[in-house]
């Protein structure tokens, strides 16, 4: 059964406060959770929080806020604000990454960069909706439509949907086995890449080299597929990608 959630935010888009079925759930619960994750390799997803700044205002503070959030996913878009003045009474300077953070499927965790725009128009349009904000940064991440997205299975940063056909003057590629983003390799009966050189592929099944993901398959053997690796927003160093 599909849950009803509501967020309430404050001037700035942040998510303050949130009922899911008419029961309140910490905010301050969901950050402390998000920030205990760590990659396989023991690095925090999120960065440490902090205010260090002198007598004349001057230095650096980073702060951490929640934007959006898809429990059944469980994937969460968090703000990191960077703030820093490096002259007494000088100008102030404010540095914004927005990130996908959350579990894969074999419960490592990720962070992933993602475009500023989309999730403030989803904000503007439906601000009690916190899902739309997710669903925001995965259509950027991937360029995909809502419908492509509904459609859609993910392994890690990779996307699969069906297609209604191979894609007119695509270019054949002679290959039984394409890898896509270094790890994730896809098994189909026929490949051809596009104008834009995205793949497509007859009948895939994606497989995690290093079986991070568990594997995913596409509609059936007769079936097109487009296959997409999801792009990076440029970012700060406090929001780098990591374990993706």
Known sequence: MEKNIKVSRNGYGAIMGIEIDGEKVSVRGIMSRLEALKTEDGEPILPETFVDFDKRSR????????????????VYIIQIRHFFRRYANGFANVHKD?????????????????????????????PENPIAV????????????????????????VLM??????????????????????????DASEFVLDSKGRVY????????????????????????????????????????????
Do not use: C
Request: hydrophobic share 35%.
């Open 59 to 74: 230095g650096d503070s980073l702060n951490l806020d929640l934007y959006g959030y898809d429990p059944d996913q469980d």
């Open 98 to 126: 927005y990130v996908m953070v959350g579990l894969n499927e074999t419960g490592t965790a990720f962070r992933h960069p993602v475009g500023a725009h989309g999730l403030h128009a989803a904000i503007r349009k439906d």
């Open 134 to 157: 997710v669903r925001a940064a995965q259509k950027w991440m991937w360029e995909v439509t809502d419908k492509q997205l509904e459609k859609a299975v993910r392994q890690g940063d």
């Open 201 to 244: 592929a007859l009948g895939p099944t994606i497989r995690h080299s290093k079986h991070q993901h568990d594997p995913v398959y596409g509609e059936d053997d007769e079936t097109w597929h487009a296959v997409r690796l999801a792009r990076e927003a440029d970012v700060w160093k406090w929001g780098a990608r990591l374990g993706d």
């Open 161 to 186: 949907f069906p297609v209604r056909a191979r894609p007119v003057n695509a270019t054949a590629v002679n290959d039984n086995v394409v890898t896509v983003g270094g790890t994730h390799q896809i």
